[in-house]
């Protein structure tokens, strides 16, 4: 790497071991340049100050913003929407439970709102979209938005607020079994959407959502 990325990289670093020691409220740009040993005009002039400092490392650490192809049609087209939706909510899981920096600013975003979290929150709603309009009317059975929605915000909150509780409806939110048996239950969730979505290939029902769409237009 060169020097400017070596930097970089330590000021990034900087930024994650602040965020698991005490949290966005611990978070400022002199906090950070002092633990990387940096001045706070190094981070305006590679980050373009917090805001393009906290974006950067996100993209690197959230599911959603450092995946905004989340589906690739090239990967994924031969699997079932079901069978994407559930490997989406796995990761997750897995993201979250494998990053405590990541929670803590995830935790911040629910209770702040400013510059910083409301480009966080609009690039990561992009990039889920792009995952969404994939499998979203497929089907008219079911709403799929407002059905994954409430799947992955479930998720979001159970794994946040295992900080603090250490049970949910006695379910226990810091155990492999608790987890095991919250991941039972999003099966059990995704395994009730309707047919179509759990046999078809994606690349079979955009198909034929296009084509139906296709007609439509003709018609009108």
């Not at 990541?102 to 911040?108: A, G």
């Not at 702040?112 to 089907?139: H, P, Q």
């Not at 006695?170 to 095991?180: I, M, Q, S, Y």
């Amino acid at each position: 790497m060169s020097r400017r990325e070596r930097t970089e990289r330590a000021i990034l670093q900087a930024l994650e071991d602040q965020l698991c020691e005490t949290g966005m409220a611990g978070v400022g740009i002199n906090v950070v340049a002092k633990r990387a040993g940096v001045s706070r005009e190094l981070i305006y002039r590679y980050f373009d100050g917090m805001t393009g400092l906290m974006l950067t490392w996100m993209q690197e650490q959230d599911f959603w913003t450092k995946r905004s192809n989340v589906v690739k049609k090239s990967e994924t087209s031969q699997r079932s929407p079901a069978d994407l939706i559930l490997a989406m909510l796995r990761e997750q899981i897995d993201v979250l439970a494998n990053n405590p920096a990541l929670c803590e600013v995830r935790r911040w975003e629910l209770i702040e709102r400013n510059d910083v979290s409301a480009k966080l929150a609009g690039r990561r709603e992009a990039a889920a979209r792009s995952f969404i309009n994939r499998v979203d009317g497929l089907t008219s059975e079911a709403d799929i938005p407002a059905v994954v929605s409430i799947m992955l915000a479930g998720i979001l909150y159970l794994m946040l607020r295992s900080k603090t509780e250490e049970f949910f409806l006695g379910v226990p939110l810091r155990t492999d079994e608790g987890w095991d048996r919250l991941w039972k239950a999003v099966n059990y969730l995704v395994d009730a959407l309707p047919e179509n979505l759990k046999t078809q290939s994606l690349h079979t029902l955009e198909s034929r959502r296009d084509q139906l769409g296709s007609n439509k237009g003709n018609k009108e």
